[in-house]
């Protein structure tokens, strides 16, 4: 199953960015980023291709980007601009979902 790590506490405004080991070649196909506020369903934020293509949710266009190494097996989540909203527990995995859920982590923005 993927390992998320990287997120943290901060302050509306400010960047984190989050990565995911997964197994080799496990993100050969895609790669995604979804996360899940407190009492909330969890939700697709970002997803790059195999050629690089990539998308996201409109609520954080423009402020995320979404990579891959070259090997893909490491995704990454570079989030800016951060938003109290944005707080959740980040996961990755394909989309559709096909791998394992992670244990996620934890991003918490304050206002």
């Known amino acids: 199953q993927p390992v998320e790590s990287g997120g943290g506490l901060v302050q509306a405004g400010g960047s984190l960015t989050l990565s995911c080991t997964a197994s080799?070649?496990?993100?050969?196909?895609?790669a995604a980023w979804y996360r899940q506020a407190p009492g909330k369903q969890r939700d697709w934020v970002a997803r790059?291709?195999?050629?690089?293509?990539?998308d996201y949710a409109d609520s954080v266009k423009g402020r995320f980007t979404i990579s891959t190494d070259n090997a893909k097996k490491t995704a990454y989540l570079q989030m800016n601009s951060l938003k109290p909203e944005d707080t959740a527990v980040y996961y990755c995995?394909?989309?559709?979902?096909?791998?394992?859920w992670g244990q996620g982590t934890q991003v918490a923005v304050s206002s």
């Open positions: 995995n394909s989309r559709p979902p096909f791998l394992s």
């Open positions: 790059i291709t195999s050629s690089g293509a990539t």
């Open positions: 080799e070649n496990a993100f050969t196909i895609n």
